[in-house]
């Protein structure tokens, strides 16, 4: 499969590219909206191809697919002009601005026969299938969810600061948090967050919310850009307990550990270095190939999405309110 990669984000350089670089498939293109950056990027990753505009790229008639790591506000755009180029998508998280338009976009490509991902990379790490699995098989009915992403924002002129480009750190790292609380607990009932503008930005640089589910069982959100690098969830269930800490983006070169307890009889897995930005092209590329439909499809996005509205609503509202139903 060739790629082509629509600007030249920090994602892209530091995770993706790598990534699709270190898979059976191709590299074929990059696009920015300054040549020069194209060009740049191109010769720091051996890319064939560079162009000075999305369109031109999306023009391109040897690509089958382009990942989009635009800022927020402009995934929904690119992604639907990839479609109408017939050009699969893998888009960065979050999909969308609200659950809404991530309805739209996910339409908007199955009309048009493309198959659509969204990057949450962690869904396709070991450790995190394996944590679903001794929720879903071991360790009995959850009763709590703890999940939180959290790190320092050092630069004022960072894009997720930026509300017209749906910055935020809700939007940018809680989505990690409200993803891993729906993977273990499913769609909640209702929300309530609370949020703080540490720099009259305009967007959120700390949330911390409370999703709550009809039969009791409860998920605390907490994410922010205002203190040290953490990253963790922990499931509380019946029969016991599980962990993770560097949950979303393990640091270093070192393996990852879950933790857990079942009846009373408590055990660490390691799990070995893993490139999980790999893992998710490599799936994504499969899902093309056979026409299944991606793990972090369009509907997991506009559920994900569903829940960020309204930790958003009723932060804004100062009460809990329902979470939609999509």
């Known amino acids: 499969m060739n790629f082509g990669v629509l600007s030249t984000a920090n994602i892209g350089r530091a995770a993706v590219v790598p990534a699709i670089r270190n898979t059976d498939h191709d590299l074929l293109a990059v696009a920015s909206r300054d040549a020069a950056s194209a060009d740049a990027f191109a010769d720091e990753f051996g890319i064939p191809r560079a162009y000075g505009s999305y369109e031109e790229l999306l023009a391109d008639d040897e690509l089958d697919a382009v990942y989009n790591p635009l800022p927020n506000a402009l995934h929904a755009e690119w992604t639907k002009r990839a479609?109408?180029?017939?050009?699969?998508?893998?888009?960065?998280?979050?999909?969308?601005?609200?659950?809404?338009?991530?309805?739209?976009?996910?339409?908007?490509?199955?009309?048009?026969?493309?198959?659509?991902?969204?990057?949450?990379?962690?869904?396709?790490?070991?450790?995190?299938?394996?944590?679903?699995?001794?929720?879903?098989?071991?360790?009995?009915?959850?009763?709590s969810v703890k999940a939180g992403f959290q790190f320092p924002m050092d630069d004022p002129e960072n894009v997720r600061l930026d509300p017209d480009l749906a910055g935020g750190s809700l939007m940018d790292v809680g989505c990690y948090a409200v993803s891993s609380a729906r993977l273990f607990l499913g769609e909640p009932d209702r929300a309530y967050a609370t949020t703080h503008d540490a720099g009259d930005h305009g967007v959120d640089t700390k949330l911390a919310g409370v999703l709550e589910y009809d039969g009791g069982a409860t998920a605390e959100i907490s994410c922010g850009f205002e203190t040290d690098d953490a990253q963790w969830y922990r499931v509380e269930t019946e029969g016991g307990w599980l962990e993770a800490r560097e949950a979303f983006v393990p640091r270093g070169d070192e393996g990852v550990e879950l933790e857990y307890?079942?009846?009373?009889?408590?055990?660490?897995?390691?799990?070995?270095?893993?490139?999980?930005?790999?893992?998710?092209?490599?799936?994504?590329?499969?899902?093309?190939?056979?026409?299944?439909?991606?793990?972090?499809?369009?509907?997991?996005a506009v559920r994900n999405t569903a829940t960020i509205d309204a930790l958003y609503e009723s932060a804004e509202r100062g009460e809990s309110v329902a979470v939609e139903r999509p």
């Open 261 to 300: 307890e079942v009846d009373g009889r408590r055990a660490v897995e390691t799990f070995d270095p893993t490139d999980q930005y790999r893992l998710e092209v490599e799936r994504f590329a499969a899902c093309v190939e056979s026409g299944e439909q991606p793990r972090t499809d369009a509907d997991e």
């Open 83 to 143: 479609a109408d180029a017939g050009l699969h998508v893998l888009c960065e998280k979050p999909l969308a601005v609200d659950a809404e338009e991530a309805r739209e976009v996910g339409d908007y490509c199955a009309d048009r026969g493309v198959t659509l991902m969204e990057a949450f990379m962690y869904r396709y790490h070991p450790r995190t299938e394996r944590a679903a699995e001794l929720v879903r098989e071991e360790l009995g009915e959850v009763r």
